[in-house]
């Protein structure tokens, strides 16, 4: 008889950002600079200037055509409404200003862990890494307890370490996984393939961990069971490519590529409302 499936101590829709829970911290306590993403700079814990006195965006329905596609990209897997309303108990840093900082400080470190929650449930899904279903779920375990800390332990939390320790976990499971492709797979871990042209290519099972596919063509592309973890995909176009079963995929990902109604992926992931608008 096989083993039971894990039973996840967190459901997914908590890894998924709830707006309307939060104190707006992605648009406070993050910084960005002019560029392609921001059409201002701004400073960490400073207000952005659309940000409205209700905590909401001002531009949100046209981020990208005012020149900020880096909000439409961000993704903070859950993290803002945890430290809103968790970490903090529901008191806004407006209303209780002697909070800002620290919560301004906390809420990266339970991002960081919010997002080793995602991974650590692709990988409890993933059959072929049954082998390791109960390592996996202590590591879930210890990482959402971790979530829970008080400000004061996450402010003074070695997040790097345990990131390093989950990570080690996630390449396991990314060999057990990518071996199900059935043939000798392409390694371009941290990979310079910037503007590459990879169109129709076969990458099943390929390691693009970290892999810079920033304008690259991946149009009709095969990445199925292919491992994606921290790739860069800014303006790469998946246009027609197959992207179900890609491993450690995000939504933040899907959001700074161009895709269309033709790119596959499967849920908890979904087309970016920009793809089918725009055909980009």
């Known amino acids: 008889m096989s083993d039971p499936d894990p039973v996840l101590t967190v459901a997914p829709s908590v890894l998924h950002a709830d707006c309307a829970r939060c104190f707006a911290l992605c648009c406070v306590a993050l910084p960005f600079s002019a560029s392609a993403d921001f059409a201002i700079t701004k400073s960490p814990g400073e207000p952005c200037t659309h940000l409205q006195v209700d905590l909401r965006c001002g531009i949100h329905d046209r981020l990208r055509q005012r020149g900020f596609p880096g909000c439409t990209a961000y993704d903070c897997f859950g993290a803002g409404q945890k430290v809103s309303q968790v970490t903090f108990g529901g008191h806004d840093w407006r209303t209780a200003p002697q909070t800002a900082t620290q919560m301004f400080e906390v809420f990266p470190v339970v991002r960081q862990l919010h997002e080793l929650l995602w991974y650590l449930t692709d990988a409890l899904a993933r059959p072929s890494a049954g082998s390791l279903a109960a390592a996996l779920q202590r590591s879930f375990d210890d990482t959402e307890v971790l979530t829970r800390l008080p400000p004061d332990d996450l402010q003074r939390l070695d997040v790097a370490a345990h990131r390093a320790t989950v990570n080690t976990m996630l390449l396991a499971v990314s060999e057990l996984?990518?071996?199900?492709?059935?043939?000798?797979?392409?390694?371009?871990?941290?990979?310079?393939?910037?503007?590459?042209?990879?169109?129709?290519?076969?990458?099943?099972?390929?390691?693009?961990?970290?892999?810079?596919?920033?304008?690259?063509?991946?149009?009709?592309?095969?990445?199925?069971?292919?491992?994606?973890?921290?790739?860069?995909?800014?303006?790469?176009?998946?246009?027609?490519?197959?992207?179900?079963?890609?491993?450690?995929?995000?939504?933040?990902?899907?959001?700074?590529?161009?895709?269309?109604?033709c790119t596959r992926v499967v849920l908890p992931l979904t087309p970016p409302a920009h793809w089918l608008a725009t055909g980009s």
């Open 177 to 261: 996984v990518r071996a199900e492709a059935g043939h000798p797979s392409a390694r371009h871990r941290g990979a310079d393939l910037m503007g590459a042209t990879l169109r129709r290519a076969d990458l099943r099972g390929a390691d693009l961990r970290g892999a810079y596919l920033i304008g690259a063509d991946l149009t009709g592309a095969d990445l199925r069971l292919a491992d994606l973890i921290g790739a860069d995909l800014r303006g790469a176009d998946l246009s027609g490519a197959d992207l179900t079963g890609s491993l450690f995929l995000t939504q933040s990902q899907l959001a700074a590529a161009k895709g269309d109604a």
